[in-house]
């Protein structure tokens, strides 16, 4: 089943799917236990470990060592959806287009932590659309789209990229480690 059973990367095959869904309810439970100070003066500030964890996996060519990173994204996707939103959209289709616009990016750049940063930054951006359209569709977007764009999506986005970055060195280390064993 996807590869999961034996082979190579067999720890990698395994560990990243576990972590992508520890990340995937992560961001709910700290937006839920948070929600004092991530909704503060009519910000809304989502944490987004899972799109850390995704491109993450796509800037280390993950998906060129057997993981299915469409298929894990597309299922993180729809489980985001239901639990979160309860409509079937944004994230599902948005995190495989996420995935789809990091590939071609990490062609064109390096793994410096700049560039890493900047496949970040397009790829939430990306991600980001794709749910407000998304809510929009779906007439549960209340907000223009410039007061989303100062309220939602900046303030997340600065979060996200201040996280990406702090965990660029351990997640390094991590998919390194992982990748040679």
């Not at 995937?24 to 850390?52: C, E, K, Q, W, Y």
């Not at 299915?68 to 959806?81: N, R």
């Not at 079937?88 to 495989?96: K, M, S």
């Not at 749910?131 to 569709?137: D, F």
């Amino acid at each position: 089943m996807f590869g999961l059973f034996g082979g190579y990367h067999t720890k990698l095959k395994w560990i990243f799917p576990l972590v992508m869904f520890f990340a995937l309810f992560l961001d709910g439970a700290l937006f839920s236990n948070m929600a004092g100070i991530l909704t503060r003066g009519g910000n809304h500030i989502l944490p987004m470990f899972l799109v850390i964890w995704l491109v993450y996996g796509v800037v280390y060519q993950l998906d060129d060592d057997g993981i299915p990173l469409y298929v894990w994204a597309l299922v993180a996707g729809l489980i985001y959806d239901m639990f979160y939103t309860g409509i079937i959209g944004g994230f599902t289709v948005g995190l495989p287009v996420m995935i789809w616009l990091a590939r071609e990016l990490r062609y064109y750049l390096s793994d410096s932590v700049l560039s890493v940063l900047m496949v970040f930054i397009l790829s939430l951006t990306v991600l980001q659309v794709f749910s407000y359209l998304a809510a929009n569709v779906a007439d549960l977007m209340v907000d223009t789209p410039l007061m989303y764009i100062l309220h939602t999506f900046t303030p997340t986005l600065a979060l996200n990229v201040v996280l990406a970055a702090v965990l660029y060195v351990p997640l390094n280390m991590l998919f390194s480690y992982l990748k040679e064993n």
